[in-house]
């Protein structure tokens, strides 16, 4: 009997050659070459095993390993109901192509477990751990504010999402309001003293743009009203 155990420790399909030669009644027989054939242990080899993304993007995770013709299957963990758009894989794939969706807003997981496999051979088991941050949004109720003129807005910008911070472009009714400013920089106060030149109620409608953890909202408005100085007009 041949009863030995190979270990491949490299990448590539290795090879062992056995010369073996027979005898019975003190006699040798011709000696005959047996070859086995030794498929290495698939592994995954992505640096590192996660990924952060956006709320509702596809991960398209290429699956690499040091096994040439490695495929994967997987199950799935997610870190809660809010995560959607996951997965099992029972068939054999070389890439993770799923859309995540963040329903909530907290940070939320998918862990897949993945199995190489490579020559018909199973592979060693690793997780990959995708992190799915939350869509940011203004969360200020009403998102309108009424104020006399030459007063500081004021407003403490608010999201569901923690950590979110606002950029923004103003739109004035007319030219008649000044002390309005466009900001490129992300912050969760609105502060400008807004003038209103004229003898109408005018109005500045503030374009929010919501970020939080490298993520973009939907523009959403917040449109501040500005009541004329009343005067003596005899």
Do not use: K
Not at 42 to 68: F, H, I, K, R, Y
Not at 107 to 112: A, L, S
């Amino acid at each position: 009997t041949l009863d030995q155990t190979l270990d491949n420790i490299g990448s590539d399909i290795e090879t062992v050659t056995y010369y073996i030669t027979a005898s019975a009644n003190n006699c040798q027989g011709l000696t005959t070459e047996y070859t086995v054939t030794v498929n290495p242990t698939a592994t995954v080899t992505n640096d590192p095993l996660s990924q952060e993304q956006c709320d509702g993007l596809n991960t398209n995770v290429v699956l690499t390993s040091d096994v040439a013709g490695t495929q994967y299957t997987w199950t799935c963990t997610p870190s809660s109901a809010s995560i959607t758009g996951w997965s099992d894989q029972p068939t054999l794939t070389g890439s993770i192509l799923q859309t995540l969706d963040n329903t909530g807003y907290n940070t939320e997981t998918v862990n897949y477990h993945l199995t190489p496999s490579a020559n018909n051979c199973t592979g060693t088991p690793a997780n990959y751990l995708i992190t799915v941050h939350p869509t940011p949004d203004l969360s200020n109720a009403p998102a309108t504010q009424e104020q006399c003129d030459s007063v500081a807005t004021n407003i403490t910008l608010t999201s569901h999402v923690a950590g979110t911070q606002f950029t923004w472009t103003c739109i004035p009714s007319s030219a008649n309001i000044t002390g309005y400013a466009d900001n490129s920089i992300p912050t969760t106060l609105l502060d400008q003293t807004l003038d209103n030149t004229g003898y109408n109620i005018e109005t500045v409608t503030y374009r929010l743009t919501p970020s939080a953890h490298n993520c973009d909202g939907p523009d959403t408005n917040y449109v501040v009203t500005i009541n004329p100085t009343p005067d003596l007009s005899n």
